[in-house]
């Protein structure tokens, strides 16, 4: 059976889903599932781990809606849960290396020709607390402080795994370009 719907606006979705519409239900998963989905694979560097993710976001998406204060996009919230979740699922394994002091941020020469492919891989076979922070940072655009908060650790904590992360994915974009 195919489901078709209008396409409602954010207002009309939040309150389709808050009057327990199926519909709407439906199509706010469909509207936001693949962004979260990479959002949580992108985080966790596992397929069955970001779906588990997922289903659990979304749980807590929907059973959180009537708080939903829109003081943001209904996407940016649902994506802070998602990531949110993603980061509790994983919080147990993530490492983190000392800080370094002195810390000095170079760009990345990401080169001419890149293939996507090979980036997301480099950026898959990260550390696990280099990668989380490199995502949430570079990729999602949290700021440091948020990302520390999320991650229990400090601003300097963040601030040396993004260091540390982007030698690391410099290291390997040498590898490619040569």
């Not at 891989?121 to 999320?150: D, T």
């Not at 601003?155 to 030698?167: D, I, M, P, W, Y």
């Amino acid at each position: 059976m195919v489901y078709v719907t209008k396409s409602m606006t954010e207002s009309e979705l939040i309150e389709g889903c808050l009057a327990h519409d199926r519909l709407a239900q439906r199509e706010l998963y469909e509207r936001y599932c693949k962004a979260m989905y990479t959002a949580a694979y992108r985080i966790t560097n596992d397929f069955d781990s970001a779906n588990d993710v997922l289903q659990d976001a979304f749980i807590k998406v929907f059973r959180a809606l009537p708080k939903f204060r829109r003081e943001s996009t209904l996407g940016a919230w649902i994506k802070t849960i998602v990531v949110r979740t993603a980061l509790s699922h994983i919080k147990r394994q993530l490492k983190f290396e000392p800080l370094e002091h002195n810390l000095r941020e170079e760009a990345i020469n990401w080169g001419h020709q890149l293939d996507v492919e090979y980036l997301e891989r480099a950026i898959q076979a990260l550390p696990e607390g280099y990668r989380a922070v490199f995502v949430l940072i570079e990729i999602e655009g949290y700021p440091h402080k948020e990302v520390a908060e999320m991650l229990g650790v400090s601003v300097g904590t963040s601030k040396s795994q993004l260091f540390h992360a982007k030698k690391r994915l410099r290291e390997s974009l040498e590898h490619y370009n040569s």
